[in-house]
């Protein structure tokens, strides 16, 4: 189950806890402290922004690899990890549910854990992995059957291992848990199959579940063993029965804003795809939004109750899933904000205090499928544009096919944006590319996939599908545009350095400007970027990591897309990057 480097272990055991267990107040100040890198997103906030200067416009040129570490073996696929940084170690987590520690002066391995998945595994999208948690000694990272471990983060001795749900009904973990006042928080994958979204909430000490709070409307949430309340109103806004496999799965995991002590989590698209069969292909009166699907709750910490909710794709048909993070900052005029830029193709502004919507801009060329989105936040449908409904006359019973834009993998999918404290900008990570979408037959079986429809994704244009965009929260207007032939598939993060990193799928990892998106450094590592860059200091010298391995949804959904990536090489390979002090000074 676990590998050990024996003496590098004894030598940290001898020399004792260099530093102390990692504390709810670590956890506050992880986006102010240059260090560690102690949550994923860099601060709970999900910012990604780092208060780092040392390295900057003007000597990024002379930023170098320090060491590069392999995650070994052939399971090298879809590494869209974030590593941690604490005491000396990085935690990072692989492909197949596989996580290493890591010396972070040399690149050496500590140890590692493999889950050793079972037979019968359902990933939607690629056996991939998000990242880890640190909490107390512990690090805790979700599996692909379903599972949350707590791991001794010295040893990699099991602390506890426990069940969430049957992985066999196409449930599994692939979001970095979240850690909040000793509970560890985690969302659910497997929206594909007919799973049910939910938060949960583990006592992190024991890996007891205090709470959970399903996602769907007419499910009962439960508190400390007990049911509390149900979630929304039974059959409110879905027909029938179709609630009880009503899909929303949260697999992106969430945010924590500390000002409002509220969690923020994403819910995934309704099933089946098929809009007409949950009624909410024709009505457009509210008994077809389909809560809570597609939209982002405002959770209480304490007992998991759903604060307020705001859904981006109400009557969703295009698999707009509404998981994407949701970052907290304040705009030009003192106001707390949120900002989502959602797969359906608009960024969305709302009231940190209440979800209530501000404001929303198209970020993605050529939607198709709404004309905008009016003063309540709800979209403004171009019902043409929707796929029909099945049709029993027609082959197979296809319904209308219709190309709509964005595609279901998003204007933006899963990969993080940032946020800059320095420039006030977000830098959003997105592709142009359109569907072909039908609606087919569909009913629920165990297990088995459950759409009831088809796609082809196809790009819009000819020389570019992938585009960073620094976008003005305030007006929506795009500052500057990277556009890159692959799609982007990896997350973004900013530095008060005046930088942003990102990687691509050719394998470039690169740093611009932040002002006008001017690349100042790059540097091939050897197969696509689909992972999350961090940076930090240590011994006064700055670094920066990222995790380097092709793979994700893209190859497995992509389409024609698909057939244009298919050259990339897969990989899995961690680099680690410094400003030597001496080149630091120079400046």
Known sequence: MRSLVLAAVAAIACAGAAQAQVTEEDLAKDAETAGDVLTNGMGRGLQRFS??????????????????????????????????????IMYITGSYSRIYAIDLKTGKELWQYDARLPEGILPCCDVINRGAAIYGDNVYFGTLDARMVALNRKTGDVVWNKKIADYKEGYSLTA??????????????????????????????????????????????????QESTMTGTLNASWPGDMWKTGGGATWLGGAYDADTDTLVFGAGNPAPWNSW??????????????????????IDPKTGEIKWHFQTTPREGWDFDGVNEVVGFTDKDGNKRFATADRNG?????????GKFVAAYPFVKEISWASGIDENGRPIYNEANRPGAPDAAAEGGKGQQVFAVPSFLGGKNWMPMAYSQKTGLFYVPSNEWGMDIWNEPISYKKGAAYLGAGFTIKPLFEDYIGSLKAMDPNTGEVK??????????????????????????????????????????SFQTGSGVVGQPVTFEMDGEQYVSIISGWGGAVPLWGGEVAKKVNYLNQGGMVWTFKLPKELAMAN
Do not use: C
Not at 200 to 224: F, K, S, Y
Not at 279 to 295: F, H, I, M, Q, V
């Open 480 to 521: 500057w545009e990277y556009k890159n032939e692959a799609p982007l598939w990896g997350g973004v993060m900013t530095t008060a350095g005046g930088l942003v990193f990102f990687g691509t799928p050719e394998g470039d990892f690169i740093a611009l400007d932040d002002e006008t998106g001017e690349t100042l450094w």
């Open 51 to 88: 208060p780092l200067t040392t390295l900057n416009k003007d000597n990024v040129d002379k930023l170098v690899p320090a060491w590069a570490f392999s995650l070994g073996g052939e399971k090298q696929r879809g590494q869209e990890s974030q590593p941690i940084v604490y005491d000396g």
């Open 346 to 354: 608009f960024f969305y502004i709302l009231n940190r205090e209440d």
């Open 277 to 298: 069969l949950r009624d909410a292909g024709e009505k457009n009166d509210g008994t077809g939004d389909n809560l809570y699907a597609a939209s982002r709750l405002g």
């Open 176 to 225: 970095a848990p979240l850690i909040v006042n000793g509970l560890v928080i985690t969302g659910n994958s497997g929206g594909e199959f007919g799973i049910v979204g939910e938060v949960r909430a583990l006592d992190a000490e024991t890996g007891e579940t205090v709470w959970t709070r399903p996602v769907i409307e007419g499910h009962m949430g439960t508190l400390n063993g």
